[in-house]
């Protein structure tokens, strides 16, 4: 009997968790250089519902998925998943995470260093770690010092599933754009042009009355 080749090749996916409050050109950016270097078949952008760690000026959840959706949706390899916003209670990416998780399937968990400095803090971080590969996307200029760092003293054991990705738009942040906002500043491709007429049509981040 022939081998079938095709069959024993991993789907490899990228799940990028994260607040989106909202999405911007790094998050965007860092997305398709995983596909690139990571070879992965696609990235799942996937929105908290109910952060752990509370976020500041946080948007309704659902209009923080519709900004995702239309910030992707000229990009075949990109996908949006509804598991966390339609999830009760907080968003334990453990749970994510076991969502995703299925025979033939790879997971690369695309992440910032900032939020991956945290991971010690997660529920079952080591359970992640036992199930995902990690890409953690430059956002300090110390050529990845401290996450080297981190992870020798931290996370032993896990080094050849964490890997790095350097990029040059580590300065952008939703902080950013929404600061930019209240200051009457434009956010003109700092965001995709969907994303920048729906949040200046509506007011977001400008009217209290946007925040969930
Ligand atoms: P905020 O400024 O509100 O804290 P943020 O820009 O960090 O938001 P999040 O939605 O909290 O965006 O981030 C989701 C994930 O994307 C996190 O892992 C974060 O580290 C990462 N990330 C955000 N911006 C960048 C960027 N410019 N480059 C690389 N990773 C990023």
Redesign the pocket.
């Given at each position: 009997m022939e081998a079938n080749l095709s069959s024993s090749k991993k789907v490899r996916i990228g799940i990028y968790?994260?607040?989106?409050?909202p999405i911007?050109i790094?998050?965007l950016f860092?997305g398709k250089e995983s596909i690139r270097l990571f070879n992965l078949d696609k990235v799942i952008f996937v929105p908290t519902g109910n952060p752990v760690f509370r976020?500041k000026d946080l948007l309704d959840k659902y209009i923080r998925a519709h900004l995702v959706e239309i910030a992707i949706e000229d990009e075949t390899n990109f996908e949006i998943s509804y598991f966390e916003i339609n999830k009760e209670g907080p968003s334990y990416y453990i749970d994510t995470l076991r969502n995703f998780i299925k025979d033939g399937v790879e997971i690369y968990t695309i992440?910032?260093?900032?939020?991956f400095l945290k991971i010690t803090l997660w529920k079952d971080f080591k359970e992640i770690l036992s199930n995902s590969n990690f890409i953690v996307?430059?956002?300090l200029s110390d050529n990845f010092a401290t996450i080297k760092e981190f992870t020798n003293e931290n996370l032993n054991g896990f080094n050849k599933k964490i890997f790095t990705l350097d990029?040059p738009?580590?300065?952008?942040?939703?902080?950013l754009i929404r600061e930019r906002l209240k200051t009457g500043l434009p956010i003109s491709y700092l965001v995709p042009k969907p994303v920048e007429n729906e949040i200046v049509r509506h007011g977001y981040y400008t009217k209290r009355s946007s925040f969930g």
């Open positions: 968790g994260g607040a989106f409050n911007h790094g998050h860092v976020k992440i910032g260093e900032d939020a996307a430059k956002r990029h738009l580590f300065s952008v942040s939703s902080t």
